[in-house]
């Protein structure tokens, strides 16, 4: 049976979740449908689920772990009356209102929303290698700005070649000994401006036609495993931190086709979090794709609360 909801907010990180907070405040019974734990996608929490201290969100002077940051963003939100749906969104329909969204694969939708947000996030792109997963946030990191402190005085290597590479890159020299980027290729896919930035830094390296292979450390990082892609020789570099910075993809395939996307995927905004069809918002990383931070998702999540509670009164 169809339920019928005010407004469904699709994601449940940073953006998600204070979304849901102001919706709720705003006594519009926001429904949160969450993601599922076992998603490499739209986790519930977001990826802030995969950090662990976190320093730089104001109003935590010593830090405080990804997991419990958000676990006291969702308390927040239900205490003021949000609702949350630990699953994951299989279709929607967004072609008249109110818009239908399913959960699992029934034929009739499970929900109907008269607003609907869309705070599904984006993840970074990984190497693929086993150690990852257990060794991200204990030196291995996808994020400079937020974890560049952590670096102090270590050698550091970064993976990739495009912009986003050298900038991690360039901004990690504030803090590294060294910084070695570590590219697949014999030459750079970034803009001549962001190389030859990097090339003049004293602090960086190269390592070109280069592949990581291996990530080693117990409970940290310690070295990095690389193998030259034409002689095929490996060697092993000591570092204290590994940055992955090969991308980042946006969660917005269930709504590839129903709203307008920029060219590398993240949904196209205007005006603030409005999209390209009426009655639906975006926020958070699913639509930025230059800020990324914790603090800059929360507050879109605003935003996009303030603009759903202005549209409905505008509509009623």
């Known amino acids: 049976m169809t339920e019928a909801r005010k407004v469904v907010i699709v994601g449940s990180g940073p953006a998600g979740l204070t979304a849901a907070i102001y919706a709720a405040r705003a006594q519009l019974e926001p429904l949160v449908i969450e993601g599922e734990p076992s998603s490499t996608s739209d986790q519930p929490g977001g990826q802030l689920m995969l950090t662990t201290e976190i320093e730089n969100f104001p109003g935590f002077v010593d830090g405080i772990m990804g997991p419990e940051l958000m676990a006291s963003f ?170 992955v910075a090969i991308g980042h993809e946006p969660n917005t395939a269930v709504f590839s086709g129903q709203l307008e996307l920029e060219d590398n995927g993240y949904i196209r905004t205007f005006g603030g979090t409005r999209t390209s069809v009426e009655g639906v918002f975006a926020c958070g990383d699913v639509q930025d794709h230059e800020y990324r931070q914790a603090i800059t998702a929360a507050g879109s999540g605003c935003m996009a609360a303030i603009d759903v509670e202005r549209w409905l009164e505008a509509k009623a």
């Open 74 to 243: 969702r308390a927040q939100a239900a205490r003021f009356g949000a609702e949350y749906l630990t699953a994951k969104v299989s279709r929607v329909e967004l072609e008249e209102r109110p818009f239908r969204l399913w959960v699992g694969d029934g034929d009739e939708p499970t929900y109907t929303a008269e607003a609907v947000i869309v705070a599904t996030g984006a993840r970074s792109l990984m190497l693929g290698l086993p150690e990852e997963a257990r060794l991200l946030g204990h030196g291995v990191s996808t994020c400079a700005t937020c974890d560049g402190f952590f670096f102090r005085d270590q050698d550091i290597m970064v993976v990739g070649g495009g912009d986003s590479a050298l900038e991690e890159a360039l901004f990690l020299t504030r803090f590294g000994r060294t910084v070695t980027i570590v590219h697949r290729r014999d030459q750079l896919r970034a803009s001549k401006v962001m190389q030859e930035r990097a090339f003049a830094n004293e602090k960086i390296t190269f390592r070109w036609n280069s592949l990581v292979t291996a990530i080693n450390g117990e409970s940290k990082v310690e070295s990095v495993q690389l193998r030259d892609v034409t002689t095929g020789a490996e060697d092993t570099v000591p570092v204290g931190g590994l940055f």
